[in-house]
């Protein structure tokens, strides 16, 4: 099959994925599901939080920090998704990453807050990040395995998703602590 053969399948693949999706969010998903409610409180609540808890001193640091997250797991999420091993059954709008309300906003918030109290109290960032990870890898995703938001296929569990986390957690705070790094080296040089 040639390059342009292939991609013509593709595209019609992936109209038939568009189209599966969009009549699926209609019937199950919409506004008129009540799992429709509990995936939108998943996207905003968190953002308010944030607001009002949110440091002011170090608001880019932390947000820096948090938008690393995001755009890590939600990269992530999309790979896995695509790769078959995991399902989010309920999402807020068809065109939109399945879980949005997750990786948009329940989680790096989250990993946001605690960064913010280990900067602010000196606490051991990887610990706690290891515990909070348990808590949304071992209970939130039993939760929503069990009232039927999340499928995780093909081997993929728990487990899995407890290492993402703090993979993905750990890098993010790399590369925060590495921009920073960068950022006071370049101004004091800018003194001199």
Known sequence: MSVKEYWKEINKA?????????????????????????????????LIVLLVKLDKNKTLQ???FGYTVHMLWTY????????????????ILPFLPQAIGITSSFLPVSFMLLYQYCVKYD???LLWTSVLS?????????????IGFLALLKGFNSFHIFLLDVAITMLAYGLTNFFITFYKQDKSRTRA
């Open 62 to 64: 932390i947000l820096f």
């Open 123 to 125: 606490k051991n960032f």
């Open 14 to 46: 992936s109209d038939k994925v568009s189209s599966l999706i969009n009549s699926y969010w209609h019937e199950h998903s919409n506004w008129n599901n009540w799992q429709f409610w509990i995936i939108l409180i998943f996207l905003i609540v968190p």
């Open 76 to 91: 992530t999420e999309l790979t896995l998704i695509r790769l078959g091993y995991m399902d989010h059954h309920y999402f």
């Open 134 to 146: 348990a808590i949304i890898a071992f209970v939130l995703v039993s939760i929503e395995k069990q």
